[in-house]
Structure formats: structure tokens, C-alpha cells
């Protein structure tokens, strides 16, 4: 019988998992295990390979979707989380937000601090111009830089079924996100994109 997830989900398909997003995979995992969590959540399952990976490293770690037929472990919307207050020492929303209009990101952001006893952790696609710079020098620690290149006007976005909005979007700039996050309570202790992908942008929260 077929796989009912591989219907509509792009998870599993070569295309997909790009060695770019890869990169991004070991970032999700890395961000998660620097912090040493006892509980994980994390908003939205995807392939599954970062919550197994968490599993087999005996982190507890709990998979919330919207979506049932990806069976994780609770059926839930990230605008209205199926838990109490100051559960997860961890909650991690990796590449999901944007997925839902402005309105409910805000609103997202509320229920993410207030399921988190300490952390969150979130990633966003951003689309803002960089150029990536190697510097290799021998017998010295690799030198890894994205260099910024200004857009003179922000680029219009076509709404489409997959994404609201991404951050350096017309009136989706940085600044207001990141503004956002922190009327929502959190302090942000780091953001950086990923070097190889930097489509993805990461926030690392704090309570």
C-alpha cells in the first residue's frame, strides 16, 4: 500500500533532501544538543531525521504536527499548542512558521514561549542577497564569511500555497522579526544563517 505521506509531503524525495539541507539538519541537531536538554518539542516532523537522530542520543523529544498522517507523537496547531505552560526545556520550530499568515506567526510565537521552560529555537528562510567567502590558511582555523549585498528595493513576493512570507520580502524585513520575537517575550541570545544553505536563517531564544 503507498505511503499516504509521500502524496502530499515533499519530505522523503531525493529533490528534496539536498545536501544544503543536510547542512541545515546538523544545525537543527547541533543548536538542540549545545543547550542539553532533558525535553525537546518540536513543532512540525518533517523526514523525521532530526527527532530520531535526538532519540537515539537519549534526548526526550516530542513531535507535534497538524498533520496526522505523518504520525507524530500529538496532533496539534502551533497557534494553539495541546500542552501546559513552562513544559520543554527545548522547543524547536524549524522551517514551519512561514507556512502560516503574519497574523498567526505572532500568535505562533506566544504559545512557543509559553510551552518553553528556558529555550526555542527557530528557523526562517531568508532571502536577503549573500555572498559566501572561504578563507583557507594553513595551520589556521578555516574562515567562513557571508558577505551582504544590498537589494535597492525590497522584491515583491507571490503568495503561494507552500509560504506567507520570508524574511527580506517587501515589508519582511529583519528588523521586524526580529522585533516581533522579542515583544513575544524572548530575548534573542544569536541568529545566523546557515553558510551552506543560507536560506535558513536561525534564532536561538531564551526566556
Not at 25 to 38: A, D, S
Not at 50 to 73: M, W
Not at 153 to 172: Q, V
Request: proline share 7%; with cysteine; net charge positive.
Amino acid at each position: 500500500m503507498e505511503d499516504p505521506t509521500k502524496k502530499f509531503f515533499p519530505y522523503f524525495d531525493k529533490s528534496y533532501n539536498s545536501k544544503e539541507r543536510f547542512c541545515s539538519y546538523w544545525h537543527q541537531i547541533h543548536e538542540i544538543v549545545n543547550l542539553n536538554p532533558k525535553s525537546v518539542l518540536e513543532i512540525g516532523i518533517g523526514n523525521r531525521f532530526v527527532s530520531d537522530y535526538l532519540k537515539k542520543i537519549g534526548i526526550d523529544i516530542t513531535a507535534l504536527d497538524i498533520e496526522k498522517n505523518l504520525k507524530p507523537n500529538v496532533v496539534g496547531n502551533v497557534v494553539s499548542i495541546p500542552f501546559k505552560s513552562n513544559v520543554f526545556d527545548v522547543v524547536a520550530c524549524y522551517e514551519i512558521l512561514e507556512h502560516l499568515p503574519y497574523t498567526d506567526f505572532k500568535l505562533a510565537l506566544l504559545e512557543i514561549f509559553r510551552v518553553s521552560k528556558k529555550f526555542a529555537i527557530l528557523s526562517l528562510p531568508d532571502i536577503n542577497r549573500v555572498y559566501p567567502l572561504i578563507i583557507k590558511i594553513p595551520k589556521i582555523k578555516e574562515i567562513k564569511k557571508l558577505i551582504p549585498l544590498p537589494r535597492i528595493k525590497k522584491p515583491s513576493y507571490n503568495f503561494s500555497p507552500d509560504h506567507y512570507w520570508e524574511i527580506g520580502t517587501k515589508n519582511f524585513h529583519l528588523k521586524k522579526i526580529t522585533k516581533d520575537i522579542q515583544e513575544a517575550g524572548f530575548i534573542i541570545k544569536r541568529t545566523y544563517r546557515v553558510f551552506e544553505y543560507p536560506y535558513h536563517r536561525f534564532f536561538i531564544l531564551k526566556k
